[in-house]
């Protein structure tokens, strides 16, 4: 049976009412990691861009390149800035899954630390992997470098691992003397590989292999190893929150960028855009890293930071000195292979 | 109408009549009998056996490549292997990743073709943003041009082995073997052999935990057996209890309890039995204590029910033609409990076999079973492929143990109880 056409048209037309009505009255929405991080933003950049004049509604998300892949491939994507990792950058990029970035309108691309700038992306904030101990046992000279970590007879215990090839390879070599800027050249080379699984040799019956970002704190705590990699807000929180004393070596950390993207053809671009530049703007940057351990990308940011803050954060200049951008692009060709490699080393 | 011409059948022929509706009644019972079967099978079907299959059929299927290549797979399909495919070849390719990397599929297959030749990804989106514009040379020379891998005949096998539709890929791999640039199976470089080595593993951990569990628990069901009922069931209670419990409950416990600053290390320290705390957990040795902990009430149960359906006549009668009890115990007991043993020992090592919560939190690096290679691969790295090869490979070692088990001790003497 036909539906008489006047009622059909009627229906369709009021579908397309709604239809537009709802991609009208979608307001800027901005994609973030949730918890402690995102209280801390909302105060520091979300509200006062709105006080400024832009509606915006905010969301969080647990990343996934394939959650981005089914928002834009599905055809009803309703996030417009959205704060990835840097291998979701890389990869989502790649897709096409974000829009380029235009930087004149973000000040240009030297306003921003060299590791910071992308194509489809700009650095959000910097973190990194360091060396952890706790600072009420080891009290006499106490480990300087990756290679104190691979030093057993002066730290006898055990010492803790992110399990996986990605950053042990690297503190591996960096243990063996390698240099920063050389560590993905050393790599990339089969010898190079067996190089640092050589290194790993030296501990390896008294590594413990963390898993989730929450281990390693706790693995200090409880005295089950002596020192640990792990990822310096951790650290900071367990400092702050248990009261505890752990030290931080900087010495040749692994950091890594989280940026804010905009995703393809989002009806908010000008919006996106304009919340892009009040976030990357130094005076509101400044105001981050008082409420978390994060370094930000603006290299005007930093020396405005509160001087108490600054040696926390990956960003302090003598932090960032000899420290290693951990390699997303290395990572995306060799994973595969180096996986299953560290997973026959680890399990012989 | 066909009715009435029934009926006038039936008048001519009753017993016709009667067979007919004899035969009528019986499908009747079969069509209820069904009927009553019919929504536990479909539960099975839609929510057990068809997604399995689906999952098990991705370690022999390799659907990506073809689909989003389809041009160069099918001029590949057509290649002796031989020297380098023709310029046709080239053209298919050129266009098919065109094709791809407008349609925003390229990712797909160049994630499968990077699980075989490391560098395959980036190969294939450098190549995918080179190719912009009117070719200014033939494609062979255009594509050599943008990277010399083009020239090189493994990376078009490559490309051919992966274009399925059906793959030894993955299940190879799962045995630690390749194929070698001339198309040969060959073993895996040794530092990337894992798969052998860990399936070994896991039975071995399997094989003990059962036999530890034949240990523990056949006394304790022996006891059982002889216990006032009133008693029996309180203790037959006890040994259920932790049924009752989380796995996940149960696992972390022990990680208390075993833990370097944990209970049991806390304890030995302050009695003096040591000077400094013991390791005992991230290891086999927490692995073994952990599983058993969890499996011990399946050898029990099985047990029990057998023991308590032996006449203790039996044994007396043994006794009374002269036999010692250990000789009454291993010529007349033993052997009546046999179809105990097997069932526990088949229930315990196969439930073993897929352990994956238990080893993860309590064992360490070269403690964990294959499950956790599955898992692995499914969550972490979501290459399904490798995780469905592993997952045959489990499932063909559970089969296979069972087939042995039914030849040596048949599964019709098995009893649950």
């Not at chain 2, 399995?52 to 057509?78: K, W």
């Not at chain 2, 065109?98 to 075989?116: I, M, P, V």
């Not at chain 2, 006032?228 to 416990?253: I, K, M, Y």
Request: some cysteine.
């Amino acid at each position: 049976m036909m539906r008489s056409p006047s009622l059909r048209t009627g229906l369709l037309a009021a579908a397309a009412l709604l239809l537009s009505a709802g991609a009208a009255a979608r307001d800027l929405t901005v994609v973030s990691w949730g918890g402690a991080y995102q209280d801390a933003q909302r105060e520091v950049y979300f509200k006062p861009f709105m006080a400024a004049g832009t509606k915006m509604a905010e969301e969080s998300w647990d990343g996934g390149v394939g959650t981005l892949r089914a928002k834009i491939q599905g055809g009803n994507n309703n996030w417009d800035v959205v704060q990835v990792e840097s291998d979701e950058l890389l990869l989502g990029c790649e897709e096409g899954l974000f829009e380029k970035l235009d930087w004149a309108k973000l000040g240009g691309k030297d306003k921003y630390l060299a590791d910071a700038v992308n194509d489809c992306g700009v650095g959000a904030i910097v973190y990194s992997f360091v060396l952890a101990y706790d600072g009420d046992k080891i009290k006499t000279d106490p480990p300087k470098s990756w290679a104190d970590f691979f030093n057993l007879q002066k730290y006898p215990g055990k010492r803790a691992l992110r399990k996986g090839p990605k950053t042990t390879l690297e503190i591996a070599l960096l243990a063996d003397g390698v240099a920063p800027q050389d560590v993905y050249k050393t790599l990339a080379t089969p010898a190079g590989v067996d190089r640092a699984f050589a290194k790993l040799d030296q501990i390896k019956g008294s590594v413990v292999w963390w898993e989730k970002g929450a281990q390693p704190p706790q693995l200090l705590a409880s005295g089950e190893v002596v020192m640990t990699d792990a990822y310096n807000g951790r650290i900071a929180a367990a400092n702050d929150k248990d009261k505890k004393n752990f030290k931080i070596v900087w010495n040749n950390n692994l950091y890594t960028i989280d940026s804010w993207v905009i995703m393809k053809g989002t009806p908010n671009k000008a919006d996106a855009e304009k919340y892009l530049v009040f976030v990357n703007d130094p005076q509101n940057q400044k105001n981050l890293p008082p409420k978390i351990p994060y370094g930000v990308t603006a290299k005007a940011a930093t020396p405005l930071i509160d001087k108490n803050v600054l040696p926390n954060l990956a960003t302090a200049p003598q932090n960032m000195a000899g420290a290693l951008y951990i390699n997303d692009k290395f990572w995306l060709e060799n994973l595969d292979k180096l996986n299953q490699r560290f997973n026959a080393w680890v399990a012989k | 109408m066909s009715g009435s011409a029934t009926a006038s059948a039936a008048a001519a022929d009753p017993a016709a009549a009667l067979r007919q509706a004899l035969k009528r009644s019986e499908r009747r019972e079969q069509l209820k009998a069904a009927a009553l079967v019919l929504p536990l099978f479909l539960f099975l079907l839609a929510c057990f056996v068809a997604p399995i299959g689906a999952m098990l059929a991705r370690g022999i299927t390799d659907s990506d490549v073809a689909r989003i290549l389809p041009r160069v797979t099918a001029e590949l399909g057509r290649w002796d292997g031989r020297d380098l495919p023709p310029e046709a070849t080239y053209a298919a390719l050129i266009a098919d990743i065109r094709a791809a990397r407008d349609a925003g599929t390229l990712a797909s297959a160049a994630t499968r073709l990077n699980y075989d030749v490391a560098g395959y990804r980036s190969l294939m989106f450098a190549t995918g943003r080179s190719l912009t514009g009117e070719l200014a040379a033939p494609a062979r020379a255009t594509l050599i041009g943008i990277d010399p891998k083009w020239g090189e005949r493994e990376t078009w096998m490559s490309l051919r082995r992966a274009g399925g539709p059906v793959t030894d890929f993955y299940l190879l791999a799962a045995l630690d073997l390749r194929h070698d640039a001339a198309n040969e199976i060959v073993g895996a470089a040794a530092e990337q052999a894992v798969f052998r080595n860990v399936l070994g593993r896991t039975l071995w951990i399997s094989g003990m935990v059962m036999l530890l569990c034949l240990l523990l628990g056949y006394p304790v069901a022996f006891y059982i057996a002889r216990q006032p009922p009133a008693r029996a069931s309180l203790l037959l209670f006890l040994v259920l209890l932790p049924f009752w419990t989380s796995l996940l409950v149960r696992t972390v416990a022990w990680v208390v309890l075993l833990q370097r600053e944990g209970i049991l290390n806390n304890l030995l320290l302050s009695l003096g039995l040591v000077t400094e705390p013991i390791r005992m957990i991230f290891n086999r040795f927490a692995v073994y204590v952990a599983m058993v902990h969890v499996l011990l009430p399946f050898m029990v149960l099985p047990l029990y029910a057998v023991m308590k359906g032996i006449p203790p006549s039996y044994v007396r009668a043994a006794s009374s033609l002269g036999a010692r009890p250990a000789t009454a115990f291993r010529r007349v007991y033993l052997p009546q409990t046999l179809p105990g043993v097997g069932a526990g020992c088949l229930m315990v090592f196969i439930q073993a076999l897929g352990y994956y919560i238990t080893p993860a939190l309590v064992g360490g690096a070269d403690d964990q079973m294959i499950s956790y290679f599955i898992a692995f691969y499914a969550s972490k790295t979501v290459n399904w492929g490798m995780a469905a090869a592993l997952s045959i490979m489990l499932l063909a070692a559970t089969l296979a143990l069972y087939a042995v088990y039914n030849r040596l001790v048949g599964v019709e003497k098995m009893r649950l109880g």
